[in-house]
């Protein structure tokens, strides 16, 4: 095993310290969004009493999250991880206030000292640390989705800990092993996907011949020991046996093309890599054939896939928009994959011991290890599911890239390519989270200054600054937890995109009368929140982004036009019982 013994030079820390702040202090005036509202709800009932973080099952600590059947539950059966950065989010939160931007410096901190772990341990793995680092702080797989939620906070645990575990397997010392442990155990405290270290650090014990290693498991067994028993003195059950993993062999297929069109969706690997096995000669000219075919397969499956029609009606009748970014990200995404794993095999024969455990098998195993946990085990889909794949791919990217023709000026393209990408998603999803602040300000509060009684349908951001603005959130009986019942002349805010209960909320709800529609125009092209388009939850028919064109008619001199992101629906109840349409 090779070990980096030269000192690390000030200006290193210096770039990191910048390209961490440049990634994170443009957006952080950011509307709060999509699970930030979770968390900021258990944030609050961790300053009401620090020691019971999810609050027991009292009426008072219920939330309405995702509900189908439009019911609040208890913040210990909505929120799917322990609360370790919702303490911090807390601690700001009790000695600085709410504001937005005081809880996104928290998380530009987090991502610095990530910013700074992913640079020790890319200086352990690759020959240019400060272009992985920032391949990974810029790449639009992390950049766009920090917002208050757990990747940030997540990667710097995770990546600190394999910096002292390879320390700990190189030097055969304990003291690292146990440092590694420490911050395995935190990284399992702020997200249960952290349990993935655990093999891990396993595999590198083991393969490196460092058994002593093996001591970094107990930090993180007894923290999660310790967390479960104080799950089952609150709350009669440990948290994590509650919100276990999904096992459904019928999805792996789906999952699986999601996790390739997403992966073409957020990297820019794929020209990079074509070139690379160009130069490999005549063995590389056939493989990236080879890849070609293959991508061009994968990408009409999984358009027929999605369109769940025939192969002539999938051509002529899907939307045309949509369909053009299915075939773009799954081609882009299956020869980025299939190439990587090409010039890896390609590689690893072509060397004395082609099976040596060395740093590039790890890196393998690692990749390995989360593709399938995101094929088979996930809740549901999502980009940031796939931060910790896509790390490690840039680790052994950036090995695959030594010694190719014009290797600077590529690794200055990919990373030029992967950052304007990333904030051009950035943006979007910056000016969706912000329209929906504005929308839920400019419709509420006059009408709560004005002493209307005001509900909110809806979710995430939304509904919180609905909520702040002093609307009621509307579900089913909120006469159970003290909000009365919605009576004439009151108002419903309706966002339609983002409401998934049932809508009345129940048989007897009163009538209601559209007073106003409000398209939520967007001026940025690129959305990262549509029909059948979120960045955040992928399911199998999904993309992460999608630029919404959509047709304007052949009687208009402008063929196509973007897409309102969302339909405002205003109500007034005027009495009487009612049975409209769901949809609305």
């Known amino acids: ?150 990747e940030g906070p997540l990667l710097c645990f995770w990546s600190w800990s394999l910096v002292f575990a390879w320390k700990s397997w190189d030097t055969d010392r304990l003291g690292p092993a146990w440092l590694a442990g420490l911050f395995a155990g935190l990284a399992l405290m702020t997200k249960y996907t952290a349990g993935l270290l655990w093999p891990l650090l396993v595999i590198g014990a083991l393969g490196f011949r460092r058994p002593r290693a093996l001591v970094a498991l107990i930090p993180p067994v007894l923290m999660l020991s310790a967390w479960s028993l104080h799950n089952i003195l609150f709350h009669g059950e440990p948290h994590l046996s509650s919100h276990g993993m999904v096992f459904r062999p019928e999805l792996w297929g789906p999952r699986l093309l999601v996790i390739l069109r997403s992966t073409g969706a957020v990297t820019v690997f794929g020209p990079v890599v074509a070139i690379v096995l160009v130069q490999r000669g005549r063995w590389g ?175 995430w951001g939304f509904l919180y600054y609905s909520v702040r603005e002093g609307a009621n959130p509307l579900f089913a009986h909120p006469e159970e937890y003290g909000l009365g019942r919605p009576a004439p002349g009151d108002v419903v805010v309706h966002p339609r995109l983002i409401t998934w209960s049932i809508f009345p909320p129940s048989d007897d709800f009163p009538a209601l009368e559209v007073v106003e529609h409000r398209p939520l125009q967007l001026h940025w092209p690129l959305r990262t929140l549509f029909p059948a388009v979120n960045y955040y939850a992928i399911d199998t028919y999904a993309l992460p982004w999608q630029i919404p064109l959509v047709s304007t008619g052949p009687e208009e001199d402008v063929p196509f036009e973007f897409a309102p992101l969302d339909d405002i629906i205003i109500y007034s109840i005027r009495g009487g019982i009612i049975n409209i349409d769901n949809s609305q």
């Not at 051509?315 to 799954?330: A, C, G």
């Open 1 to 150: 095993m090779s070990i980096p013994s030269a000192a690390i030079p000030r200006r290193d820390y210096l770039i990191v310290l910048c390209l961490a702040f440049a990634s994170t202090l443009p957006f952080l005036n950011k509307a709060f969004h999509i699970d930030d509202v979770l968390y900021l709800r258990v944030a609050g009932q961790i300053v009401k009493d620090p020691l019971d973080p999810f609050g027991g099952r009292s009426h008072d600590n219920r939330v309405l999250w995702d509900a189908k059947d439009g019911q609040p539950a208890t913040l210990f059966e909505i929120d799917y991880n322990p609360p370790l950065w919702k303490y911090v989010l807390a601690t700001i939160i009790g000695l600085f206030g709410i504001e937005e931007w005081k809880l996104h410096l928290a998380q530009s901190v987090a991502v610095c000292f990530a910013g700074f772990g992913l640079y020790h341990l890319s200086r352990r793995l690759t020959s240019h640390p400060l272009w992985a680092t920032a391949m990974i702080l810029f790449g639009p797989f992390f950049l766009p989705g920090q917002n208050l939620m757990l």
């Open 285 to 459: 000219w056939l493989a990236l054939v080879g890849c070609l075919l293959a991508a061009g397969a994968a990408a009409w499956g999984d358009l027929l896939y999605v369109s769940r029609e025939t192969a002539r009606e999938a051509l002529f009748q899907i939307d045309f928009v949509k369909s053009v970014h299915v075939v773009l990200f799954t081609f882009h995404g299956v020869l980025s994959l299939l190439g990587i794993a090409v010039v890896f095999l390609g590689s690893r024969l072509g060397k004395d011991r082609p099976w040596r455990f060395d740093e590039e098998a790890f890196l393998s195993l690692w990749i390995l290890m989360m593709l399938l946990f995101n094929i088979t085990s996930v809740p549901f889909n999502a980009v940031r599911h796939l931060l910790l794949f896509f790390v490690p791919l840039v680790f052994l990217l950036a090995r695959l890239l030594e010694g190719m023709w014009a290797e600077g000026r590529w690794r200055l393209a990919l990373l030029s390519g992967s950052a304007l990408l990333a904030l051009a998603i950035a943006i979007g999803d910056a000016e969706i989270a912000g329209a929906y602040r504005r929308t839920a300000i400019d419709t509420v509060r006059p009408r709560t200054m004005a002493g209307i009684k005001t509900w909110a349908t809806g979710n």
